[in-house]
């Protein structure tokens, strides 16, 4: 799904969050047109939940899954700005 390059970015966002936010936790999400998948991951410790949204759904539709996934119980996440 994705490339050594997005992988080592993203653990490089997770390691660099530990001393800020303690055990700092991850979603790839991926963008689809037909059918969805969602699964959770723990990479060197950090919970990672890679998932989709189908984005030939109503924006509703579309808005309410990913309020879902910010507030879901397997994998409850808290904003954290991304320093660029």
């Known amino acids: 799904m994705s490339g050594p390059t997005t992988r080592g970015r993203s653990l490089a966002y997770l390691k660099?969050?530990?001393?800020?936010?303690g055990a700092a936790a991850g979603i790839l999400l991926y963008p689809t047109i037909e059918g969805?998948?969602?699964c959770n991951y723990r990479i060197l410790g950090?919970?990672?939940r890679v998932c989709s949204v189908n984005l030939m759904q109503p924006w509703t539709v579309i808005h309410r899954q990913l309020l879902e996934l910010l507030h879901?119980?397997?994998?409850?996440?808290?904003?954290?700005a991304v320093r660029a």
Request: hydrophobic fraction near 30%.
């Open 16 to 21: 660099n969050y530990e001393p800020e936010v």
């Open 72 to 80: 879901s119980e397997s994998a409850p996440l808290k904003p954290v």
């Open 36 to 38: 969805d998948f969602s």
């Open 46 to 48: 950090h919970p990672v």
